[in-house]
């Protein structure tokens, strides 16, 4: 059964897939905690070739290279077909609707798609989780260092938590099926050197130990399904307060959060989005509203997305003849 | 059904209980997580009396103030009977079985007793929950902090996870039902003040992120009862690393518990006792012969205790007529 289904993909020519933009940081859950969006993300398109390697064929929507040694989807095919030994050849189409530098996992995104595409058309030989480190090559390329705490969320889906990077320790938690994000995105730039910058390498013990007494509450109550006690786990007095400066009126977004309901709001990956989780797409919207309100009054451009948190991650959109 | 049950216990003179020890701190959880044990506690009578308050009547094996203000079990009695507003007299006896500054929660267990047989005894006005409050009385006058790490998993048993202690919040985790505890008690003395002198009082950024990062992996590994990520996510080098030093030949127990099988291993609340998990009761026997062939060697008096994880907090005996 399983072969017969292998064959299957091999005979494709193509798929079109949806890769998902993803939040991480999650709060307390700083550089473990991701999870994955719904209803933004890429189109992409990865089809057979006659030649051997990565293409990138074209870009729609942004200015990115196309040499697949410096796009991180290419990077990312390309330690997929590395390490499956693979002759094969494959083209990849992005229609990037995510922007890069905006902190909702724009190039993970990129990355989790080339794999997950590639690994489809090959009769799935990998698991999605096994998946991670090659997504994690593209990361290194667009940001210097394999973090995985959004290709992570952006292959396996919900939310993840990365125990380890080397070796790789990844757990899938279960994702309460109301949970929903707002995000907004203003349109200025912080450059993730400014926010690895601001980061204080020594923090308090006591700190800390408030972070993980709220990691632990948190993935708890995933399991739980209390979002009350996800609410009161959505705190980050470590590395929210350093980098907080960083986004224009910050402090106004999270008061307007917290009083149009939402159950915690915080910086999204090194920002500059902000995402806020709610219960419920009503009140994700609702919250949605309350930061457009901080927002229409400044000079700065701004969008904003409301989306269930996904329970899966690429999502297969189309067989391409 | 509720209410004839209460009654009936406002009829008994007394009950006899098993207040347990317990092991606090467990490795990445420093200062958050705790675990009930099974085979190691206290018995406890708890009576009532003519005469209001509470009454000490007297403790056997140790040498322990009876003055009921001046003792752990006496306190957090009386912060329960003043929440309750009660003008009732009780009489507590203790058989003390863990040795005070063995660090396995000797004062939590006598608190916890306490509280939970006066509850018993009132007709369960509270929660086990609600009466971990009144049990930290009893930890701020054996050890200056109101700390709720060992007496939550006495009254509420299994893993706990205490977000937080102000306003209180206490998570209770489910707890794997082969997951078994061998504890080695060194005769040293270890004092509080020293184990909390030793900690330094900041810490690098990356082995915090590190610590939350297996915080939250072991809540995930006691929910999916994943044996091997539980293990992978007993680690502590933030904490561990400076207390080691007060526990003789701690390195040398830590080898031998792994290579025994253990699942990990760290130090029990503020030391001196070490404690390692295993998976099943056999494992945990062969730790405990792993620890005892390491201490053998040495000239200091230790006693070693084996137990499952108790999924149930202090334990009603009897009840006395």
Redesign the interface.
């Known amino acids: 059964m399983q072969i017969s289904f292998a064959l299957e993909k091999v005979n494709l020519q193509g798929v079109r897939l949806f890769a998902p933009a993803s939040i991480a940081n999650i709060s ?6 991701g999870l994955c969006l719904e209803n933004i993300g890429d189109i992409m398109e990865i089809r057979r070739s006659e030649v051997p390697g990565i293409q990138i064929t074209s870009i729609k929507g942004q200015d990115l290279p196309l040499e697949a040694k410096k796009n991180v989807a290419g990077v990312a095919a390309l330690a997929l077909l590395e390490a499956h030994n693979s002759k094969l050849g494959f083209e990849i189409f992005i229609e990037k609707n995510i922007k890069p530098g905006s902190g909702i996992g724009s190039s993970a995104a990129s990355a989790a798609g080339a794999v997950a595409g590639i690994n489809y058309l090959l009769g799935t030989p990998y698991t999605n989780e096994a998946l991670v480190p090659f997504a994690m090559e593209g990361e290194r390329l667009a940001c210097g260092s394999a973090h995985a705490d959004n290709v992570a969320p952006a292959l396996m889906g919900g939310f993840t ?4 990077t080397n070796p790789l ?1 990844v ?1 899938a ?1 279960p994702t309460p099926l109301e949970l929903a994000a707002t995000v907004i995105h203003p349109k200025i730039e912080v450059k993730t050197s400014d926010a690895r910058a601001v ?8 700190k ?13 109550s995933l ?1 739980e399904e209390d979002y009350d ?1 996800l609410s ?2 959505l705190v980050d007095e ?1 590395v929210e307060p350093s980098r907080a400066i960083l986004i224009p009126h910050f402090a106004q977004l999270k008061s307007a959060c917290k009083a149009a309901g939402a159950l915690g709001s915080g910086i999204s990956g090194s920002g500059p989005s902000v995402f806020a989780l709610s219960k419920g797409m009503t009140a994700a919207n609702e919250v949605a509203e309350a930061m457009k309100e901080v927002y229409t009054k400044t000079e700065i451009p701004f969008e904003i997305h409301v989306s269930p948190v996904k329970q899966t991650g690429v999502s297969f959109l189309e067989d391409l003849a």
């Not at 938590?161 to 380890?164: D, K």
């Not at 130990?209 to 708890?220: F, K, P, Y």
């Open positions: 307390c859950g700083f550089d473990v905690l938590l990365v125990r380890n320790d757990c938690l980061l204080k390498q020594r923090v308090s013990l006591e800390a130990i408030q972070q993980w007494a709220n990691v632990g509450a948190l993935v708890s399991y006690l009161r786990s470590i």
